[in-house]
């Protein structure tokens, strides 16, 4: 159950910023609120079944992985990146059509470590 949460919350999360991120140039009228709904209704939701449903999987298997594989660590610092880039497209720091690509492969970088385990 909590791998479908975890996973719910990534494809959330990582939209609601790609989508966010896209709406760019100057404020027009219902512009702003339209970011800032992709924020609070797709990406904060997303972020917050990402980390309950990590900290679910993290219970449910052990906490081995915090000082055990390579991969988790890597992922780990992946989940940091896209929660810094969320910190700023919310405080409207950052946005355009670079936002899209880093977001993806960023967060493709978390899924196939998570996936494959490589080291």
Do not use: C, Y
């Amino acid at each position: 159950m909590e791998w479908i949460a975890h996973v719910a919350g990534v494809v959330l999360w990582l939209g609601g910023l790609m989508a966010a991120g896209l709406m760019r140039g100057p404020e027009q009228p219902g512009q702003g609120s339209t970011r800032r709904r992709a924020m609070t209704a797709m990406a904060l939701p997303g972020l917050i079944l990402v980390l309950l449903g990590g900290v679910g999987l993290l219970a449910r298997f052990g906490i081995s992985h915090i000082n055990g594989p390579g991969w988790f660590h890597t992922k780990m610092l992946l989940v940091v990146t896209l929660a810094v880039l969320h910190v700023l497209v919310a405080r409207d720091k950052v946005r355009g059509a670079w936002l899209m690509p880093v977001t993806g492969l960023v967060g493709l970088g978390a899924v196939v470590l998570a996936h494959l385990k490589p080291f």
